[in-house]
C-alpha cells in the first residue's frame, strides 16, 4: 500500500526544489493523504497554455506524450525527483494489484490561484 510521511517528503524536498530553482519555477511541496506527494506550480517561465484553464493536473502518467520541448523535460526531471531513489511499483493491473511505494500528484496553480507565467 502506498504511504508517504513528513520524514519521507524532507528526504525528496532537497532534490524537488532543485530542479525547480533550475527551471526558475515556484511551487509548494505537500502530501495528500498520506500516500500521494504532491507539488502545486504556482508560477514560472513555462506557458503550459494548451493545458491551463485556472487550475490544471499534470497527468503523470502521460507527460512524454502531451508535452513538449523545455516543459516536457522538466516535468520528467520533476517526477523523477518527486519519485526519488527508494520509489517502487509492483504493480499488476491484469490481476487489479496495485503497490507502489508513493504515488504522485503535479498540479498547475490551485483553485482560485492559477499557476501564473512570468518572465520568459
Known sequence: MAYVSQKDKA??????KAVLKKYGVKGTISIRNHMV???????GPFRFSRHLNDFRQVNV???ESHY???EKQFLLELLAAMKGP?????SDS???YFHVSH???IDLGKWGKPYVQVGA
Open 11 to 16: 528526504k525528496l524536498s532537497p532534490a524537488i
Open 37 to 43: 506527494i504532491k507539488v502545486t506550480l504556482q508560477s
Open 61 to 63: 502518467y502521460h507527460i
Open 68 to 70: 513538449e520541448g523545455e
Open 86 to 90: 527508494d520509489y517502487f511499483d509492483k
Open 94 to 96: 491484469m490481476s487489479d
Open 103 to 105: 504515488y504522485m500528484d
